[in-house]
Structures are given as structure tokens and as C-alpha cells.
């Protein structure tokens, strides 16, 4: 009976740890490079490694701040960014609904009107 309740207790803990250890990897920040615009009712930004699409949450406060300092004539003109963030599932209400996922931005690394061709095509 000893054995029986010392095996669950660590079937219990093995269980709780790889819980733990997935939910920390999927809120981990990462590096993405890729090509942001924006505009009154879009924030993408196109990830260059995989050509994905995510809809844009600016929680740095200095993305959509400094992108607005560039000047642009138009909206939803792409500019070069490097940015660390965490990916999400996108809702299924919302503005970024129409996205798979959403790249929650935490710290801007890069920022610039030139798009390096041999980086993001």
C-alpha cells in the first residue's frame, strides 16, 4: 500500500511539473523580425522566418509611438522592426479576429523605413 501511494504521489508531481514547464513555454518572450504597418483599423506585422501573419498588440507602448514618429503620408505603410514578443492564439471577437494569432509586443528592439532584402523579402 506504501508503494501504491508513494507511486501516485509521483505520478502527481510529474504531472503538475510538465504542466508548469508547457505553460511557460508557450508565454515565453522571443525575437521576431518581420515587417509592421498600421492604421486606423489594422496592426499586422509579417513575421520575415515564416511569412506568417499576426495581428499586432502593442504593450510596450512604443511600437505604434514610434512608428507614428516616421511620418508616413499614408497609413499601413511597412516598415522594418525587431521586437520582442509572445504569440497567442487570437480570439474570435474582436479586432484581431480575423487573425490565427496575435504577437503581444513587449520591448521594441529595431525600428526602421528600411527593409533589409536579405533579411525579409
Keep these: 500500500m506504501r508503494y501504491i501511494r508513494v507511486f501516485i504521489l509521483l ?6 511539473y510538465a504542466c508548469n ?14 515587417l ?14 515564416s511569412g506568417q501573419e499576426f495581428w499586432a498588440v502593442d504593450s ?8 507614428s514618429q516616421l511620418n508616413f503620408e499614408k497609413p499601413y505603410e511597412p516598415v522594418y522592426v525587431e521586437v520582442e514578443g509572445i504569440k497567442s492564439k487570437s480570439g474570435k471577437a474582436g479586432m484581431g479576429s480575423e487573425y490565427d494569432s496575435t504577437l503581444v509586443v513587449k520591448k521594441v528592439v529595431k525600428i526602421t523605413k528600411e527593409i533589409p532584402q536579405d533579411v525579409c523579402n
Design 60 to 67: 510596450s507602448a512604443q511600437l505604434e509611438l514610434q512608428y
Design 11 to 16: 505520478l502527481v508531481v510529474t504531472a503538475v
Design 21 to 34: 514547464n508547457d505553460t511557460h513555454k508557450k508565454d515565453e518572450v522571443t525575437l521576431y523580425k518581420g
Design 36 to 49: 509592421y504597418s498600421a492604421g486606423p483599423e489594422i496592426k499586422s506585422f509579417k513575421d520575415c522566418d
